[in-house]
């Protein structure tokens, strides 16, 4: 009886689920887009490979592409925006450089640069419009993180002692820009992977019950509800279809972790909660769904994707991969 119950409630949720579908809009670039910020309903940036940053004013019905000058071969992997004008964009390492916009993309200035050899960036978070974290790949043994309270204008590294320590063969990945999350007024989490994944949370790192132990494999991204409500996607991106230990969920801030009753259906680049018990995810083979709190996941698209992002201020959810690709969410 238990499981021919649990069986109807699998498809009533698929049902539900399948009230979403993904739009594939024509962006007009090749670039592979893993820089994806969502201001409002109407106003999108993307930022990728090549030196690419696009631009959308009008809901990604239309889009202005830059690619800005001296950085031609530079893969700017995150970016965030604050409105239609201003945006800063992350360009990964050789050297690792932070720009910044205020003319919708027309100009930028080089706000951060480090030739430290071994530099990685990987992703970026802002609270608001003046305080924002990035962290990068660890040199040594020490994880690389700045900050900045003046609107990216200024970065410094955070001080020393403050500096948690990564394992042999730990890092982070710069696939969505999302292995780094706010967590409250003052707090960010993030997540790692490689050899081991982990979440790091209040000076407190925790073991994450997901795939680990290859340079491949381990936590890509994370979404946070609440204090206490996280969920973490990821897999082995060599094997783009396998589920293993690819998505796990904290109700309790950490303290323990389950995983859904139906995952995701692969690995899982990205991840996004977008209110009530509503959360999406997506990755190389597709986008799930999920309308109870990460419990079970409806695959709802099998195109690829990097990012998923919901808007700032509004309801749109817009989706950004390789070859240009971009995406948004409809509801029926």
């Not at 890509?220 to 094997?239: E, H, I, P, Q, R």
């Amino acid at each position: 009886m238990n499981k021919f119950i649990s069986a109807i409630i699998i498809c009533l949720f698929s049902f539900a689920a399948s009230a979403q579908t993904v739009k594939l809009l024509n962006s007009g670039s090749k670039a592979s887009l893993r820089g994806l910020s969502v201001v409002s309903d109407d106003v999108v940036w993307v930022s990728g490979s090549a030196g690419s940053v696009g631009r959308s004013v009008d809901g990604g019905e239309t889009w202005n592409w830059t690619t800005v000058k001296g950085f031609e071969k530079t893969d700017f992997r995150d970016i965030e925006a604050f409105d239609k004008n201003t945006a800063i964009i992350m360009g990964i390492a050789d050297p690792a450089y932070i720009l910044k916009t205020t003319d919708g993309g027309q100009n930028w200035k080089i706000v951060f640069t480090d030739t430290t050899k071994g530099m990685f960036l990987d992703a970026m978070e802002f609270w608001n419009e003046q305080s924002g974290i990035v962290i990068g790949d660890p040199l040594g043994d020490k994880i690389f993180i700045a900050r900045t309270f003046d609107g990216g204008e200024n970065w410094q590294g955070i001080p020393a002692a403050n500096i948690p320590a990564a394992d042999k063969g730990e890092a982070f990945f710069a696939s969505s820009g999302t292995n780094v999350r706010k967590l409250s007024k003052q707090e960010a989490v993030f997540v790692s992977g490689g050899l081991r994944a982990r979440l790091f949370i209040r000076n407190k790192k925790i073991d994450l019950p997901i795939i680990q132990g290859k340079e491949s494999t381990g936590a890509n991204s994370m979404a946070v509800k609440n204090k206490k409500c996280l969920v973490v996607v990821g897999g082995d991106f060599n094997t783009r279809d396998d589920t293993t230990k690819n998505c796990v969920i904290t109700n309790d801030g950490g303290k323990t972790f389950t995983a859904p009753v139906v995952g995701p259906h692969g690995y899982r680049s990205c991840v996004e909660y977008l209110g009530k018990k509503n959360w999406i995810s997506c990755g190389l083979n597709g986008v799930d769904y999920s309308t109870d709190e990460g419990q079970n996941w409806a695959w709802i698209s099998k195109d690829s994707f990097h990012a998923v992002r919901k808007a700032k201020k509004g309801k749109a959810v817009y989706f950004s991969g390789g070859g240009g690709s971009i995406g948004k969410l409809l509801l029926d």
